[in-house]
């Protein structure tokens, strides 16, 4: 199994984007891309704006040449219903339910989006907990968890892509993962490889709590304990935390011991992280005369 992370808030953007090539089939997981609109009382500089073009056109390349598209759930770094919207033209597409288990802006965006689409994929399916097969690739989703801890931001479907020696699992945003049915989803697949957002620690005491913060290390210890990993990479949310690796600290002892690798996206890639958003104020101290235009809108998530 080919598993090949696009954008993530390691290497400069907000998102999660994920191609896995399996012997049966290409396969993308949320193909967006976005930006926090305002960081630090700053808009995005120059090198993000740059960045995201980078990973957009990275994005439409491999979305285009995939088989199957999923949509995990409806935040614009996940999806983008605007553009390029010719990705979808003759493909499986597996999307989030738009009316069940959806908060308010959510439902909009969902419904704008497959008006968007409407004739383009030769086959869609709402893909909450349901499984799917592809020759000997199967593709199960879980039930709609919390984005997050509670239902404020909606639910998501996390993915597990199973081609019958390896199991992959892409949690979108759990924001942990902090709650039971988040982590039993991957406690009962027993990945091999887990994609994680990780916990919204940026806003630790704010919009995220310290119980919450505690959940997450102590289920994904958990994984790590229970799980045949190869590795687990945490990140998007998590890595606009500057402390993010001190956060976790207990994780990394863990994981250590049973000679697994914690990673960040970049450094499954094998490059440098790139924590832009989280450096934007030295970026704009370092280089405060670049320029930079984006065709993309920058809205929130």
Excluded at 218 to 231: F, H, V, Y
Aim: hydrophobic residues 35%; aromatic residues 10%; proline residues 5%.
């Amino acid at each position: 199994m080919k598993i090949l992370p696009l954008a993530f808030d390691s290497i400069g953007t907000r998102s999660m984007a994920t191609f896995v090539e399996t012997k049966d089939v290409k396969i993308f997981i949320d193909p967006g891309v976005s930006l926090a609109p305002i960081r630090y009382g700053l808009p995005p500089h120059a090198i993000e704006l740059k960045r995201m073009e980078e990973h957009w056109n990275k994005i439409v390349k491999l979305a285009s040449e995939s088989d199957i598209l999923i949509t995990s759930h409806y935040h614009f770094d996940h999806f983008d219903p605007n553009e390029n919207l010719e990705i979808y033209e003759n493909k499986t597409v597996l999307i989030k339910h738009p009316r069940e288990k959806i908060n308010f802006s959510q439902k909009g965006r969902s419904a704008y989006f497959l008006e968007q689409i409407k004739g383009l994929p030769k086959k869609l399916e709402y893909c909450d907990g349901r499984e799917f097969e592809f020759g000997k690739t199967k593709i199960k989703f879980s039930q709609p968890v919390f984005h997050g801890t509670n239902p404020k931001l909606g639910w998501v479907t996390e993915v597990l892509i199973d081609d019958g020696s390896y199991k992959f699992i892409h949690t979108s945003d759990v924001e942990g993962p902090s709650q039971k049915d988040q982590t039993d989803f991957i406690l009962e697949n027993r990945p091999n490889l887990v994609f994680c957002d990780g916990p919204l620690s940026y806003m630790l005491g704010f919009r995220y709590s310290y119980e919450s913060l505690n959940a997450s290390v102590e289920n994904m210890i958990k994984i790590i304990n229970s799980c045949p990993l190869d590795a687990f990479v945490v990140d998007h949310h998590f890595l606009r935390d500057l402390r993010w690796k001190e956060k976790i600290a207990k994780v990394f002892e863990v994981a250590d011991k049973k000679k697994i690798k914690i990673l960040t996206a970049a450094e499954f890639l094998g490059k440098p992280i790139e924590m832009l958003e989280a450096r934007r104020k030295e970026l704009y101290k370092k280089y405060p005369e670049m320029k930079a235009v984006t065709k993309r809108k920058i809205t929130e998530e």
